[in-house]
């Protein structure tokens, strides 16, 4: 049987090789980051203008990454499949950005935003990962400020900050509810400065669909470029580099209905994938407490209401089940404030999972609130008497406008109606701790890698990543690779090149040619019904592995009997959901798989086989305290085990109560 797997696990999977982080530095771990980047290899400016880099993603990650490369002098090709850098996903985000500055002076420090970071990812993070994150986001405020991003500020002119889940300190920055918005424009400016030095060239509308892997004199493969779609024209590109890099996001729209925009896919890091690259925990999802419920079949997206509402907003449900009175109705002492009940320690700013979980058994129970009992109120009563309602406006009037533009109330009036929703993905490709894969010349920043949130990340800690690995880690990192170029050239008509273009060119012939009955759409929301049933807030080894029979079955229908309609030389957006929803499928079925073979419970992956008395999760150090980095196989997926040690922070039960 395979190691420390149930028979029913065992039977979807083949035990590889061990793999180990060669680049993680030791010895202090206040000092690691600093000695890598003296160790690492420079290149001279000169040199830099003679190497190619490719950047697929605009995001936070891919922006900042841009704009500093190009600023470093290297030649860079950037790549998004939206008409503009600024229409990536980052912008949605809300609520802030953790940086650990203390300007608070409430006992926060570089060392506790790593102990918080690691705490809440439920010790299945890097340590050395999650620490050089906390050094790097005191810098990354620094940055932002100088770019003319408007943080709030204090009367006096301080930058101001609030609270977010996971933990006691204020270190989260913001810029009202607009703070995603607000870092992409800074990153945005910066990148098109870049443009216009000519350093920088940005092909909007453009989507990659293969990556392109050539061996070197040695015979060893390494990422070279990539195969993109010109969405308009329907034309494909062969670019070729030095580096790529993937700064391509999470892959939450898996479930269909998420808090990601509807164009967010997996099939950047799904094509690496099935070129070599391991993913690493792909079970590791997220979901956000704090989103507007599902209202009916007709919805593409939820909407997430930011979690720094948490700050000041109360959660509560009525005591008695079936409660249908008007809110304001509800005395006080027929309240359950679930969360100051349970968790008197950290209240209604408890870590996303454990929110997210107690909001659902609440509504289990029959407490739930709203169109078919699945909600929890959010209510700013509290707030309103005790700052005034004119400061409840300022910091957070855009959201309450939003939510009362999908919902027809007002939240001043009535409490907001919440319940938990797919939000972020932990999971992503494995890197190594200069944040390249395990593909040689494959990098991958943001979102797209698993490196620092282990099985939950921290609110505001997305915006953090991203900013780090684009401004300051990778540029450090990726030169130690670059010290070695520039490479050979790649002509266009090299067999490497020829063949990923073949492999694209056929793929969008099949779903041409296909011409079935049941429309792309029917088919994601299918498969996004089967992993919220079955993959969601709880699983269990029955329901995950129903989920892989259902999504088997789901996939073989697929490629018999979709339906794409037009012809690939033109605007084609149903080809373009095609091919997302293809990988989406292949991408669900390992994540269940991974899900399964995970028989414990940590952060957001709960296995309702491993819970404490009380209904919190239940690790098991001693059989998966490793990540899990999965080689794709044609008939099984590949695991290889990374251990994780941990030095400097011991592991224990996660407890915020």
Same mark, same amino acid.
């Given at each position: 049987m395979t190691e420390n797997m149930t028979p029913t696990a065992a039977q979807y999977i083949e035990m590889g090789e061990p793999i180990v982080d060669t680049k993680a530095p030791t010895g202090? #771990?206040?000092?690691?980051?600093?000695?890598?980047?003296? !160790? =690492?290899?420079?290149?001279?400016?000169?040199?830099?203008?003679?190497?190619?880099? #490719?950047?697929?993603?605009?995001?936070?990650?891919?922006? !900042? =990454?841009?704009?500093?490369?190009g600023e470093a002098g290297y030649q860079v090709t950037s790549f998004c499949y939206q008409d503009s850098p600024r229409r990536a996903h980052s912008i949605a985000a809300q609520g802030g950005i953790n940086a650990a500055k203390n300007y608070r002076n409430d006992g926060d420090s570089v060392y506790r935003l790593f102990y918080d970071t690691v705490k809440g990812g439920d010790f299945r993070s890097r340590e050395s990962n999650s620490y050089r994150l906390a050094q790097v986001s005191v810098n990354i405020i620094d940055q932002c400020v100088a770019q003319g991003v408007p943080f709030a500020r204090e009367y006096g002119g301080l930058l101001d900050n609030r609270s977010f889940g996971g933990v006691q300190v204020s270190r989260t920055f913001y810029a009202r509810g607009q703070t995603g918005q607000q870092l992409l424009i800074g990153a945005y400016q910066a990148l098109e400065r870049q443009v216009a030095a000519g350093t920088v060239e940005v092909r909007s509308r453009h989507e990659m669909l293969d990556l392109i892997m050539v061996p070197d004199a040695d015979g060893k493969p390494k990422a070279r470029g990539v195969i993109v779609?010109?969405?308009?024209?329907?034309?494909l590109e062969t670019h070729t580099a030095d580096a790529v890099v993937l700064a391509t996001g999470g892959y939450g729209n898996v479930y269909y209905l998420s808090t990601n925009a509807m164009g967010c896919n997996v099939t950047a890091t799904w094509r690496a994938h099935r070129r070599g690259a391991y993913f690493g925990n792909p079970c590791y999802t997220q979901i956000h407490p704090t989103c507007i419920p599902v209202s009916g079949d007709y919805q593409s997206k939820l909407t997430l209401m930011s979690e720094s509402l948490r700050n000041d907003g109360r959660i509560w449900v009525p005591k008695e089940k079936g409660d249908d009175r008007h809110p304001t109705e509800i005395p006080e002492d027929e309240r359950d404030y679930y969360l100051e009940r349970i968790y008197p320690a950290f209240g209604n700013l408890v870590p996303r999972d454990i929110a997210s979980r107690s909001a659902k058994y609440q509504c289990d129970e029959g407490k739930g609130v709203g169109p078919g009992g699945l909600g929890v109120y959010?209510?700013?009563?509290?707030?309103?008497?005790r700052m005034g309602r004119k400061t409840v406006e300022a910091k957070y009037g855009n959201l309450f406008d939003m939510y009362e533009r999908i919902t027809g109330e007002n939240p001043y009036e009535r409490p907001m109606r919440i319940y938990p929703a797919v939000h972020y993905t932990m999971g992503g490709l494995w890197v190594d701790y200069d944040l390249q894969s395990n593909l040689e010349g494959l990098f991958v920043t943001g979102e797209a890698n698993f490196s620092d949130q282990g099985a939950n990340r921290l609110g505001a800690s997305a915006l953090m990543q991203g900013l780090a690995d684009g401004y300051f880690v990778l540029p450090n990192t990726i030169a130690n690779y670059l010290a070695d170029s520039p490479f050979e050239p790649v002509p266009d008509d090299h067999p490497a090149v020829l063949e990923a273009r073949e492999a694209v060119e056929q793929r969008i012939a099949t779903f041409l040619s296909i011409n079935g009955n049941r429309t792309v759409d029917s088919f994601h929301k299918e498969l996004g019904h089967i992993m919220w049933e079955h993959c969601g807030m709880e699983r269990s080894e029955e329901g995950l592995t129903k989920a892989i029979e259902l999504i088997r079955n789901l996939k073989s229908e697929f490629w018999t009997n979709v339906k794409v309609t037009g012809v690939n030389e033109e605007l084609n957006q149903t080809l373009?959901?095609?091919?997302?929803?293809?990988?989406?499928?292949?991408l669900g079925e390992l994540m269940c798989i991974d899900a399964l073979?995970?028989?414990?419970?940590?952060?957001?992956?709960?296995?309702?086989?491993?819970?404490?008395?009380?209904?919190?999760?239940?690790?098991h150090d001693d059989e998966y305290a490793y990540v899990a980095a999965w080689e794709f196989g044609e008939k099984k997926p590949v695991l290889h085990k990374e251990d994780l040690e941990y030095e400097y922070v011991e592991m224990k039960a996660r407890s915020y109560k």
């Amino acid at each position: 049987m395979t190691e420390n797997m149930t028979p029913t696990a065992a039977q979807y999977i083949e035990m590889g090789e061990p793999i180990v982080d060669t680049k993680a530095p030791t010895g202090p #771990i206040e000092k690691r980051w600093d000695e890598r980047k003296f !160790s =690492a290899k420079l290149v001279n400016p000169a040199n830099r203008r003679k190497i190619k880099v #490719i950047i697929v993603g605009t995001g936070l990650a891919g922006a !900042s =990454a841009a704009a500093t490369m190009g600023e470093a002098g290297y030649q860079v090709t950037s790549f998004c499949y939206q008409d503009s850098p600024r229409r990536a996903h980052s912008i949605a985000a809300q609520g802030g950005i953790n940086a650990a500055k203390n300007y608070r002076n409430d006992g926060d420090s570089v060392y506790r935003l790593f102990y918080d970071t690691v705490k809440g990812g439920d010790f299945r993070s890097r340590e050395s990962n999650s620490y050089r994150l906390a050094q790097v986001s005191v810098n990354i405020i620094d940055q932002c400020v100088a770019q003319g991003v408007p943080f709030a500020r204090e009367y006096g002119g301080l930058l101001d900050n609030r609270s977010f889940g996971g933990v006691q300190v204020s270190r989260t920055f913001y810029a009202r509810g607009q703070t995603g918005q607000q870092l992409l424009i800074g990153a945005y400016q910066a990148l098109e400065r870049q443009v216009a030095a000519g350093t920088v060239e940005v092909r909007s509308r453009h989507e990659m669909l293969d990556l392109i892997m050539v061996p070197d004199a040695d015979g060893k493969p390494k990422a070279r470029g990539v195969i993109v779609r010109d969405m308009v024209t329907g034309e494909l590109e062969t670019h070729t580099a030095d580096a790529v890099v993937l700064a391509t996001g999470g892959y939450g729209n898996v479930y269909y209905l998420s808090t990601n925009a509807m164009g967010c896919n997996v099939t950047a890091t799904w094509r690496a994938h099935r070129r070599g690259a391991y993913f690493g925990n792909p079970c590791y999802t997220q979901i956000h407490p704090t989103c507007i419920p599902v209202s009916g079949d007709y919805q593409s997206k939820l909407t997430l209401m930011s979690e720094s509402l948490r700050n000041d907003g109360r959660i509560w449900v009525p005591k008695e089940k079936g409660d249908d009175r008007h809110p304001t109705e509800i005395p006080e002492d027929e309240r359950d404030y679930y969360l100051e009940r349970i968790y008197p320690a950290f209240g209604n700013l408890v870590p996303r999972d454990i929110a997210s979980r107690s909001a659902k058994y609440q509504c289990d129970e029959g407490k739930g609130v709203g169109p078919g009992g699945l909600g929890v109120y959010l209510d700013f009563a509290d707030a309103i008497e005790r700052m005034g309602r004119k400061t409840v406006e300022a910091k957070y009037g855009n959201l309450f406008d939003m939510y009362e533009r999908i919902t027809g109330e007002n939240p001043y009036e009535r409490p907001m109606r919440i319940y938990p929703a797919v939000h972020y993905t932990m999971g992503g490709l494995w890197v190594d701790y200069d944040l390249q894969s395990n593909l040689e010349g494959l990098f991958v920043t943001g979102e797209a890698n698993f490196s620092d949130q282990g099985a939950n990340r921290l609110g505001a800690s997305a915006l953090m990543q991203g900013l780090a690995d684009g401004y300051f880690v990778l540029p450090n990192t990726i030169a130690n690779y670059l010290a070695d170029s520039p490479f050979e050239p790649v002509p266009d008509d090299h067999p490497a090149v020829l063949e990923a273009r073949e492999a694209v060119e056929q793929r969008i012939a099949t779903f041409l040619s296909i011409n079935g009955n049941r429309t792309v759409d029917s088919f994601h929301k299918e498969l996004g019904h089967i992993m919220w049933e079955h993959c969601g807030m709880e699983r269990s080894e029955e329901g995950l592995t129903k989920a892989i029979e259902l999504i088997r079955n789901l996939k073989s229908e697929f490629w018999t009997n979709v339906k794409v309609t037009g012809v690939n030389e033109e605007l084609n957006q149903t080809l373009e959901r095609a091919g997302r929803v293809a990988d989406l499928i292949e991408l669900g079925e390992l994540m269940c798989i991974d899900a399964l073979a995970r028989a414990e419970s940590c952060g957001g992956h709960f296995r309702v086989e491993s819970q404490t008395e009380d209904g919190e999760a239940l690790r098991h150090d001693d059989e998966y305290a490793y990540v899990a980095a999965w080689e794709f196989g044609e008939k099984k997926p590949v695991l290889h085990k990374e251990d994780l040690e941990y030095e400097y922070v011991e592991m224990k039960a996660r407890s915020y109560k």
